[in-house]
């Protein structure tokens, strides 16, 4: 399957721990997008990343929040000193842009995170 | 700032009942315009698309058509199945081709 994969689909975490989720977008896309999305509620934009650079970032995303994408492949969203109200779902999407020109956003599975 | 309005639900049909979701945006130029549907467990899929205005997009027995003069892209389907129980979520690409989402809708269709 050569679509969006996320790991882990779970976490469960005590409140003040730190937490990663990977994203591996599909392969030849270049644009890499995280967003949160809490229960009946549609997504919310966190940040992207166009290869290796990170474009821009909302300002939902506290300094608690990073994200990586080392390579211009895998990403990684990193959580500091989790709170209960970063409980949602996690999503990352990619797409491929080309001059000014971007394709459709393709959505992984999604990780789940609970704060306890 | 760009935005994007769906009807509220749960919009509650009976199976081979026809569905109307309706949404509506605000934006400068001529954004793209989706359609996503996430069922229940899973992530989000592209269901539908349209990238100019008078444009149909369609996918499983689902349209919408890209309207310019009255800012809509209504989801629209014949004949609705149990399977179809869902949420739908209109969206638009905004000029840094973010995605710009609308509240979702959750369809639920009774046999």
């Known amino acids: 399957d050569t679509g969006v994969s996320q790991n882990p689909r779970h976490k469960i975490t005590k409140r003040g721990q730190n937490v990663t989720f990977r994203c591996d977008p599909i392969s030849e896309h270049n644009r890499l997008y995280w967003y949160r999305q809490t229960l009946g509620q549609g997504p919310e934009f966190l940040t992207y990343f166009q290869n290796e650079a990170q474009l821009e970032k909302s300002r939902l995303l506290s300094d608690r929040f990073s994200a990586e994408r080392p390579k211009g492949s895998f990403s990684t969203l990193e959580i500091q000193r989790t709170e209960q109200g970063d409980s949602a779902m996690y999503l990352c999407?990619?797409?491929?842009?080309?001059?000014?020109?971007?394709?459709?956003?393709?959505f992984g599975p999604g990780t789940r995170l609970t704060v306890l | 700032g760009n935005s994007v309005t769906q009807m509220e639900g749960p919009v509650t049909l009976s199976e081979e009942a026809f569905l109307t979701i309706n949404c509506t945006y605000t934006?400068?130029?001529?954004?793209?315009l989706f359609w996503y549907v996430q069922y229940p467990g899973e992530g989000l899929q592209l269901l539908l698309k349209a990238t100019k205005a008078d444009d149909k997009g369609s996918n499983k027995g689902f349209e919408a058509t890209y309207r310019k003069e009255t800012t809509s892209f209504h989801l629209e389907k014949g004949s609705v199945q149990v399977s179809d129980s869902a949420v739908y979520f209109c969206?638009?690409?905004?000029?840094?081709?973010?995605?710009?989402w609308g509240a979702g809708t959750k369809l639920i269709i009774k046999p």
């Open positions: 934006a400068t130029g001529y954004p793209s």
């Open positions: 969206a638009l690409h905004d000029s840094n081709y973010q995605l710009i």
């Open positions: 999407a990619s797409s491929l842009t080309s001059g000014r020109r971007t394709d459709t956003q393709y």
